[in-house]
């Protein structure tokens, strides 16, 4: 048996948290990516126990998922531009305040919300350098145009994204941008609507920049990329059961391509979680510039002299995994550790990268 348990009361506990620094902003939820693993709709009762109405998502599904469980009022920004009809259709149709990032965005909406006889609510993208989706701060006349050309569009919000909110120097000067186009468009005589751009890290290090919405994800659940004292709780820990328990002698391998050989007589015990439900995975390596490879190199070699090593807890005892991590198993060195059959370990995964393991809310 395995399972990815979450503490609700400590869920509970860091939204009213995030509430209370966040003040008189408007807290969005982040429920990108299944919720963040945890599923989409599971996550957003517990936001909706604690007061948020206001959610963020990335794909159509988790629109129509919301819409169809009890989610009929809330409002639900799709932060993810697309130029599929049928897409834009469905958006429209669930009342989701879609992103408008180009022209050529708003003239696809138009249409659709056309079509339906319907006025669709939308929120002006602006790209202060993350590269993906938005107006270029140098875009002010097409910026414009978006509230005068399309009348089947009302335009509620106004956003932008920061690509390393841990770096002041880049995220103060993408906040300068950002902050002077909102005033070149009050300048207009426009008002833009709802104004936001921090994510949980802009959040909890630039309160100056709260604006009047934050979107809050990977802090909810405990998850954030600095350090400091938050007063935040990790609320999710995956659990699997110790299946089979034997003795390997001196000499015996584990794992494909014998990659750990017992030097001794060891007690190890099989849990039912490998590569493949997300434990042990790696991401990062997409990007092959030279810096990014030493530091690669430099990653592994640290590793190497540290001895470093993987590992699980049961019964409160860190037991070393041993081997390879295979695809859907694990085998775990419990020579010290007072433990039988059906106790259970805890597996350190994060839940974005969760993969065929039931999500419990207790």
């Known amino acids: 048996m395995k399972r990815y348990w979450v503490d609700r009361a400590a869920l509970g506990r860091n939204i009213d948290l995030l509430k209370a620094r966040a003040g008189d902003a408007t807290v969005f939820g982040v429920i990108k990516g299944n919720g963040y693993g945890l599923g989409t709709v599971n996550l957003a009762q517990v936001l909706k ?19 169809r469980s009890e989610f009929e009022t809330e409002s639900i920004l799709m932060m993810e531009g697309t130029c599929n009809r049928q897409e834009i259709g469905t958006l429209v149709e669930n009342r989701a305040v879609l992103s408008v990032g180009s022209a050529e965005d708003a003239l696809r909406l138009d249409a659709e919300a056309k079509a339906r006889d319907l006025i669709a609510e939308a929120h002006v993208k602006i790209d202060t350098g993350m590269g993906r989706y938005g107006f270029l701060p140098t875009q002010l006349d097409e910026i414009l145009h978006l509230y ?43 008002e833009p609507g709802m104004v936001h751009c921090c994510n949980s890290t802009a959040f909890w290090q630039y309160p100056e920049m709260h604006c009047d919405a934050v979107r809050i994800g990977s802090a909810l659940l405990g998850r954030v990329n600095f350090s400091g004292n938050t007063g935040l709780t990790v609320i999710g820990q995956c659990q699997a059961e ?55 190199v430099a990653r592994y070699l640290k590793a190497w002299l540290k001895k470093k090593a993987l590992y699980v807890t049961v019964n409160g005892k860190s037991c070393r995994v041993l081997g390879h991590v295979g695809m859907v198993n694990m085998v775990i060195d419990i020579t010290d550790c007072d ?17 065929s393991v039931d999500v419990v809310f207790e």
């Open 242 to 296: 110790l299946e089979e328990i034997r003795t390997i002698p001196a000499g015996h391998s584990v794992g494909y391509g014998a990659g750990w050989v017992a030097k001794r007589e060891t007690r190890t015990a099989v849990l039912s979680i490998g590569y493949s439900n997300g434990f042990a995975v790696d991401k990062g390596y997409d990007l092959w510039r030279t810096k990014d490879c030493i530091r690669g």
């Open 49 to 67: 126990e604690h007061g948020i109405d206001h959610f963020a998502v990335t794909d159509v599904r988790e629109v129509t998922d919301l819409r």
């Open 339 to 355: 433990c039988q059959l059906g106790d259970m370990a805890v597996v350190n995964i994060n839940p974005l990268v969760l993969k």
């Open 148 to 190: 005068s050309d399309y009348p089947n569009i009302r335009f509620t919000g106004i956003y932008t994204h920061f690509f390393n909110a841990c770096n002041p120097t880049s995220t103060k000067a993408q906040y300068k941008q950002f902050h002077e186009t909102v005033e070149a468009i009050r300048n207009a005589g426009i």
